[in-house]
Nanobody
């Protein structure tokens, strides 16, 4: 499973750091990512990071958000700086991984953590 944390209420211009840890019988984690969703709108990909450290960002967050991971801890982070009211959303982590004794492929979503940015 994936367990996300770190959301909260912050003023515009402030910072938050989200964390998401995978647990269970994990053989290997490939891509880890963060997406966000505003009620009534489609979920959008914010950033992803490969097992080798290659990253990619949505244009709306480039230069403000940084995704990173700690492979030893099966954890992905999202450092969010310069937050804007339009960043308000529920943030979800996702992982493509291999689990269990048979190394079965799986795709997991975290439970979501709410980020609210006040103006």
């Amino acid at each position: 499973q994936l367990q996300a944390s770190g959301g909260g209420l912050v003023q515009a211009g402030g910072s938050l750091r989200l964390s998401c840890t995978a647990s269970g019988s994990i053989f290997r984690i490939n891509v880890m990512s963060w997406s966000r969703q505003v009620p009534g709108k489609q979920r959008e990909l914010v950033a992803f990071i490969t097992s080798g450290g290659t990253t990619n960002y949505a244009d709306s967050v480039k230069g403000r958000f940084t995704i990173s991971r700690d492979n030893a801890k099966n954890t992905v982070y999202l450092q969010m700086n310069g937050l804007k009211p339009e960043d308000t959303a529920i943030y979800y982590c996702n992982a493509d991984l291999y689990i269990g004794g048979r190394h079965s492929p799986a795709n997991l979503w975290g439970q979501g953590t709410l980020v609210t940015v006040s103006s």
